[in-house]
């Protein structure tokens, strides 16, 4: 019962941030310099609106702002986004009318989510081993070598991870394809550089979190009984020290969803991500609006996940 109420409780506190986000977001929007869309994105947009007469165009224009409910104050705009949002019906966009936003998403969410995915399996896989090998090797060159690698991957931006592989593996080596989603091939360089961002903060979170859990009493405890370091690290003091990194890997996972904007466009991979950068570049600001409440959305699901599985972890926690 316990569980169920603080469910509730945070479904309830996610409603009403989301809510916040959007009217923000919206107003932002609003407040920006400029208006909805430009008139040059427009005609280009409208094909043969550039022959039109200057009368002609306003009544496009103004037809227009009423397909997109843009003639009526901005706080019946807000209400009515954030009517259709809860029901996941955002409507077309500026520069697809002919298609429902929820349209557009779904058909790219597959990729988007796949990549995310890929990306942190990779980073579980080889992040968690790393941040374990540095602890057992601390102040070793074992343990330099990888914290070393570790902060040059939290550092560096991915795009730009990703443009010196398409400059090594593409140009130089020619082993890989610069784009596209469809073959195996295609998809190691923008795993690999989705991954190693997130790779580099899990490990350095198993280091940090390993270390402070084998300087604990029960770990002396344990080996004092004559456990072996395999026994006592794999039985005792590995899964306590995963605790906080879970914490990580939720949110991560999470913006990865919807944070792949950069590298999506960077190799062509047809996702959300590149679908966004689109709507940036054209001004489409339902899809953008609609991006920015898709990310809040996933953000806090996954918080809200993380926070079960932590107590799940850890039986000392409880639900209040």
Known sequence: ????????????????????????????????????????????????????????????????????????PLWKQVWNYLKDAFRFKFGPSFSNPNEPIEVQIARRFPVTFTLAILAMALAVIVGIPLGVLAALRRNTWVDYITMFFSMIGSIIPAYLIGVIMVIIFS????????????????????????????????????????????????????YAKGGTDRAVIMRHALRNSLLPVVTVIGPQLAFLFTGTVWIENLFRVPGLGQLFVNAASMRDYPLLVTSTFILSLSVMLMNLLVDIIYAFLDPRIKYQ
């Open 1 to 72: 019962m316990g569980l169920l109420k603080y469910i509730l409780r945070r479904l309830f506190t996610i409603f009403v941030s989301i809510v916040v986000v959007i009217i923000i977001t919206y107003v932002l929007m609003w407040l920006a310099p400029g208006e909805f869309f430009n008139i040059a994105q427009f005609q280009a947009s409208a094909g043969k609106v550039a022959t039109l007469t200057p009368e002609q165009l306003q009544i496009l224009i103004k037809g227009f702002e009423e397909k997109y409910g843009l003639n009526v």
């Open 171 to 222: 140009v130089y080596l020619r082993l890989l394809p610069t784009s596209g989603w469809e073959t195996p091939k295609q998809m190691i360089m923008p795993v690999i550089t989705v991954a190693l961002g997130p790779m580099a903060i899990i490990a350095r979170f198993t280091r940090s979190s390993l270390l402070d859990v084998l300087n604990q009493d029960y770990i002396r405890t344990a």
